[in-house]
């Protein structure tokens, strides 16, 4: 049976080559079943690059079917996070080149969420190290494309501030 709830989710492309842009909002707006404006932005450490933000509302499981569609450009830096609902946490998928793609759960706060079956495994597969059992935990939180993903989410974010000048 198909899900009719509503969600709201995000997808950020961080770094777009100019040739890559009309494919991504093609391939956004077709899973999303209708024409929406992306504001394409450059980047001012690559200017040859761009980046892109646009907040959607669909059904649940849509920004799986997203990151799906971009999943094919592998020189694609993206991040989707699909919000949680009253009855069940959001997602996140992060993906950059050097490091593939990321899911996981994500709660109210953003946080990814761990099952226990997640933590037993990672407990049990690892070695009597501690190191291995950290590895292993930062890679289940994406640790690892957080801290490649975020001076891009840094860099998005200075460029939308507004400044506002006192008048009068």
């Known amino acids: 049976m198909k899900s009719h709830a509503l969600t709201t989710g995000v997808v950020t492309a961080f770094d777009a080559p100019f040739s890559l842009c009309s494919h991504v909002e093609w391939a956004v707006n077709g899973v999303l079943g209708a024409p929406h404006t992306f504001r394409w932005k450059k980047i001012s450490a690559a200017p040859d690059r ?5 907040r959607w509302e669909a059904p649940v499981g849509t920004g799986a079917r997203i990151a799906s569609a971009l999943l094919g450009w592998t020189n694609l830096r993206f991040e989707i996070i699909e919000d949680p609902m009253s009855t069940a946490l959001g997602t996140c998928v992060m993906r950059t080149p050097s490091l593939g793609t990321f899911t996981g759960q994500v709660d ?11 933590i037993d495994t990672i407990l049990s597969d690892s070695t009597a190290l501690l190191s291995d059992v950290t590895e292993r935990m930062h890679r289940a ?6 801290r490649e993903l975020e001076p891009l989410r840094v860099a998005a974010s200075r460029e939308n501030v507004m400044v506002l000048q006192r008048v009068g």
């Open 50 to 54: 761009f980046a892109t933000s646009l």
């Open 108 to 118: 109210d706060f953003g946080s990814i969420v761990l099952t226990e079956h997640q």
């Open 141 to 146: 939180l994406g640790r690892h494309w957080d």
